[in-house]
């Protein structure tokens, strides 16, 4: 009886955190920070809750990029998806050769950067906004520097991922590409194609508990539905500061957790 009980519980507990994931990513991003620890929570060894949480969060991702298709820079195109491959599946592959209790201690130290790395997402934003109002037409860009330099950004979302976007959007930027739209709709792309070639390499490898990857699936897709009629509405700033905090608070929890 009381197992039973706490195994609903532990769906319970699993639908109220993919809803909220679903919600942060629809109005400002950082649903891993929620939904990632709550696998955790439920007795998903590490490296699986984050291999399960991959593939849930995945589908929103997709919706992203039909939404921007317009507005992605052909000619950059076939760098982005290249480094967004390679990085993804060999950050996949790390992941699954990592021991458990290795990413287990790892993982305060990913959701503090993570964290930090989001915080400092709103200086850059106005940055590359500014450089957006100044920009006129098209540069070419050199394209096998960018790869090197997408690379590792890419491996990192294959890896763990959160609070990436804004590194493939500052990669670009510094080797020239200004405008606003262009940049958001080929972070969006890397971000989608790198996580979706985590996403089969994790599949392949028999590491999504699928019960919980579902359910996870279905309600984030509902709370990003609601989170988008409301992210108009809120302001950027109140909600990056409650994504940063809650992943800070996350990493605390962790890092008191596993000392």
Same mark, same amino acid.
């Given at each position: 009886?009381?197992? %039973?009980? %706490?195994?609903?519980?532990?769906? #319970?507990?699993?639908? /109220? ?5 679903? @919600? ?27 291999? =399960? !949480? ?27 998806? &290249?480094?967004?491959? @390679?990085?993804? $599946? ?11 209790? =290795? ?9 503090? @950067? ?74 969006? =792309? ?8 985590? $996403?089969?390499? *994790? ?5 999504? #508990? ?8 279905? *309600? ?17 700033? $109140?909600?990056?500061?409650? /994504?940063?905090?809650? &992943? ?9 957790? !596993?000392?």
């Amino acid at each position: 009886m009381l197992l %039973s009980l %706490s195994s609903h519980w532990h769906f #319970i507990w699993l639908v /109220v955190a993919s809803f909220i994931a679903g @919600v942060m990513n629809a109005m400002a991003g950082g649903g891993s920070f929620i939904s990632f620890p709550a696998m955790l929570s439920i007795g998903v060894p590490p490296i699986q809750a984050n291999a =399960t !949480n991959t593939v849930a969060l995945w589908p929103g991702q997709l919706t992203s990029v039909a939404a921007l298709r317009k507005d992605l820079r052909l000619d950059l195109l076939p760098v982005v998806l &290249g480094a967004s491959v @390679v990085g993804g $599946v060999s950050g996949a592959i790390v992941l699954l050769r990592t021991k458990q209790v =290795t990413f287990l201690h790892m993982v305060p130290w990913l959701l503090l @950067v993570a964290s930090l790395l989001f915080g400092i997402s709103g200086p850059v934003s106005r940055w590359l906004k500014q450089r957006s109002s100044d920009a006129h037409e098209d540069k070419p860009l050199p394209l096998i520097p960018l790869a090197l330099t997408l690379l590792p950004v890419c491996f990192y979302i294959g890896y763990f991922g959160a609070g990436a976007g804004f590194l493939i959007m500052t990669a670009l930027a510094l080797f020239g590409l200004e405008k606003m739209h262009e940049l958001n709709a080929l972070k969006v =792309t890397a971000a989608c194609v790198s996580n979706l070639s985590a $996403v089969f390499t *994790f599949i392949f490898s028999g590491a999504i #508990i699928w019960h919980y990857c579902l359910i996870s699936m279905v *309600f984030a897709g509902v709370g990003g539905y609601v989170g988008a009629q409301y992210a108009r509405k809120m302001s950027a700033e $109140v909600l990056r500061t409650i /994504v940063v905090v809650t &992943g800070c608070l996350m990493a605390a929890y962790f890092f008191w957790r !596993n000392g």
